[in-house]
């Protein structure tokens, strides 16, 4: 993409105006400590109650060990809990904790 100018300002390129949002979203999280991807998986986890890890590798376009990494990091700051589905013993399902949704909360707002 090429940069035009447009009233003074110089037109940002897709990617540079994505880098620039990212940038912000992530100073935005820095008070609660909390990453992007980690926000992405408990605003997840906040509309999807009892999701498979699966589910919420796909929905957040991560590789499952990659999420399995974050989801251990979340779990040991105690907003997350991990526990293996009734219904397939192979499968771990994920919920918020109380702490969980209060973070949620923060972070939406």
Not at 47 to 65: G, M, N, Q, S, Y
Not at 78 to 107: F, H, P
Request: charged content about 30%.
């Amino acid at each position: 993409m090429r940069s035009d100018k447009n009233n003074g300002h110089e037109a940002l390129t897709l990617l540079e105006l994505v880098l620039r949002l990212e940038g912000e979203f992530r100073r935005s999280l820095e008070p609660i400590r909390v990453t992007p991807l980690q926000a992405g998986v408990i605003l997840y986890l906040h509309r999807h109650p009892d999701a498979k890890l699966t589910d919420a590798a796909a929905a957040l376009c991560v590789r499952l060990p990659t999420l399995s990494e974050v989801v251990k990091d979340l779990v040991r700051k105690r907003w997350v809990t991990k526990r293996r589905s009734v219904a397939d013993s192979r499968a771990v399902c994920l919920s918020l904790s109380r702490q969980g949704e209060v973070v949620a909360r923060k972070i939406k707002d």
